[in-house]
C-alpha cells in the first residue's frame, strides 16, 4: 500500500521505498501461482506427459516451433551429438501467436518479470494485450560453473549485422541472430502465406526487431567505469549433454529461435563453430489457468484516447508533410 507524505522539499528522502517504486509495485500486482507451475513440473517427473514431437534447430539457422496451449517446449543441449564440437550453443529466443496478434514484448515482461528470468518467470505480450505467453518451468543450467553473479537467461538485443559489422567489417559478417530470426519467422504460415513480397518481408522485419531472450548465454548487468549499467558476457561453460530449458506454453504459439553465431562466446566471432540444438515438445494435459490474469486491466484505450484529445493538440512541427509510409503494424488499415 502506498502512504502519502507531505515532506517539504528542503526534507526530500531519495532513500529507497519498495512502496513507491513503480517496478517493484508493478511486480507484485501479478504473481505466479507456483502450487500450478510444480503440478506440470510434476508431469515431467512422474513421467505423465506425452511427446508431440521432436525436432532439431541446426546450427547457423532460424526456425520457428509451434507449442500450443499446455504444451511445453524443451530446448535441450547436446554438445557431444554427432557433428557438435563439446561446446554449448547460446540461442535467442521471440514468441508470436500463431494469428500474429500478440509477441513476446520487452515493455511488458521487463516491467513484471525483471531482465533475466528464472524457474516461473514468465513471458508478455505487448501492450493492448498484455497476456501471459509462457512461463519457465525447467531450468537444469548449472549455476555453479558460472561466474559469480552470472545468468544465463535475460532479455536484451541480439546481434544484427549492423552490430556484428561494427565489430568486425561489412564485409566480414556471415551470419546473425537477426537474420536467423528472418529465416526463423519466414517460416510461420501466416507470414509465409503473404503474397505481397515487400509486405511479407516487412512484416518479417517488424518481429525480428523486437528485444529478445538470450539462453545459455553467460551474462552479468553491471556498471562500467562511467556508471553506465551494460550487459557483460562471459563464455558459456560446456554442459552436460541432455541439459535444457523447457517453457510452458499459456497459449498457443510459435517459439522462434535463433542459433547464435557466437556459439558459446569462447573466443571472437570469426572463429566460432556452431552446433545443433535438439528441441522436445510436449503435451502435459494441463490447460493454463491464467488466461484472465490480465483481463481486469484492458479496455483502456477509449478512455486514454478521450484523455489526450483534452490536450494541446498543436503540431510538433507546422510544415507541409510529404505522404508517408506506413508501419508495418498500421499497413492493414490503409485500405479501410
Known amino acids: 500500500m502506498c502512504h502519502k507524505h507531505v515532506n517539504q522539499v528542503e526534507n526530500f528522502d531519495s532513500s529507497y521505498n519498495s512502496d513507491v517504486d513503480p517496478v517493484e509495485t508493478f511486480a507484485r500486482a501479478i504473481s505466479p501461482d507456483l502450487d500450478f507451475y510444480q503440478k506440470v513440473r510434476a508431469t515431467k517427473s512422474g513421467k505423465k506427459r506425452q511427446l508431440v514431437y521432436t525436432?532439431?534447430?541446426?546450427?547457423?539457422?532460424?526456425?520457428?516451433?509451434?507449442?500450443?496451449k499446455g504444451q511445453v517446449i524443451r530446448i535441450e543441449q547436446r554438445p557431444n551429438a554427432e557433428g557438435n564440437n563439446g561446446r554449448t550453443q547460446i540461442m535467442d529466443v521471440l514468441m508470436v501467436t500463431p494469428d500474429l496478434e500478440q509477441?513476446?514484448?520487452?515493455?511488458?515482461?521487463?516491467?513484471?518479470?525483471?531482465?533475466?528470468q528464472r524457474l516461473y518467470s514468465g513471458i508478455w505480450s505487448q501492450s493492448r494485450h498484455f497476456e501471459k505467453m509462457a512461463t519457465l518451468v525447467e531450468d537444469e543450467f548449472p549455476y555453479d560453473?558460472?561466474?559469480?553473479?552470472?545468468?544465463?537467461?535475460?532479455?536484451?538485443?541480439?546481434?544484427?549485422?549492423?552490430?556484428?559489422?561494427?565489430?568486425?567489417?561489412?564485409?566480414?559478417?556471415?551470419?546473425?541472430?537477426?537474420?536467423?530470426?528472418?529465416?526463423?519467422?519466414?517460416r510461420i504460415p501466416a507470414i509465409a502465406n503473404i503474397?505481397?513480397?515487400t509486405l511479407r518481408q516487412e512484416?518479417?522485419?517488424?518481429?525480428?526487431?523486437?528485444?529478445?531472450?538470450?539462453?545459455?548465454?553467460?551474462?552479468?548487468?553491471?556498471?562500467?567505469e562511467n556508471r553506465i549499467t551494460r550487459a557483460r558476457m562471459c563464455p558459456t561453460p560446456p554442459v552436460k549433454d541432455g541439459t535444457a530449458i523447457e517453457w510452458y506454453a499459456e497459449k498457443d504459439l510459435y517459439v522462434v529461435i535463433s542459433n547464435c553465431p557466437y556459439g558459446d562466446q569462447h573466443t571472437c566471432y570469426s572463429e566460432i563453430k556452431n552446433n545443433d540444438v535438439f528441441i522436445e515438445v510436449y503435451d502435459t494435459g494441463i490447460a493454463p489457468i491464467h488466461g484472465e490474469a490480465t483481463k481486469r486491466?484492458?479496455?483502456?484505450?477509449?478512455?486514454?484516447?478521450?484523455?489526450?484529445?483534452?490536450?494541446?493538440?498543436?503540431?510538433?512541427?507546422?510544415?507541409?508533410?510529404?505522404?508517408?509510409?506506413?508501419?508495418?503494424?498500421?499497413?492493414?488499415?490503409?485500405?479501410?
Not at 55 to 68: H, I, Y
Not at 103 to 116: D, K, Q
Not at 203 to 224: A, E, P, Y
Not at 306 to 323: F, G, I, M, S
Open 55 to 68: 525436432d532439431v534447430l541446426e546450427a547457423e539457422t532460424g526456425n520457428a516451433f509451434l507449442v500450443k
Open 103 to 116: 509477441y513476446s514484448c520487452h515493455l511488458s515482461s521487463t516491467a513484471v518479470e525483471g531482465l533475466n
Open 145 to 186: 560453473e558460472l561466474p559469480e553473479g552470472f545468468s544465463h537467461i535475460w532479455l536484451a538485443a541480439h546481434c544484427s549485422p549492423e552490430l556484428i559489422g561494427l565489430a568486425q567489417g561489412k564485409e566480414n559478417v556471415r551470419n546473425s541472430c537477426h537474420e536467423n530470426f528472418i529465416h526463423g519467422f519466414g
Open 195 to 197: 503474397e505481397d513480397d
Open 203 to 224: 512484416v518479417i522485419q517488424f518481429f525480428s526487431d523486437r528485444n529478445d531472450w538470450n539462453i545459455f548465454q553467460g551474462n552479468r548487468f553491471t556498471q562500467d
Open 297 to 336: 486491466i484492458q479496455g483502456w484505450e477509449q478512455a486514454a484516447l478521450e484523455r489526450v484529445a483534452k490536450r494541446d493538440q498543436t503540431l510538433a512541427h507546422d510544415c507541409p508533410v510529404d505522404e508517408i509510409k506506413l508501419p508495418v503494424e498500421l499497413a492493414h488499415l490503409a485500405s479501410r
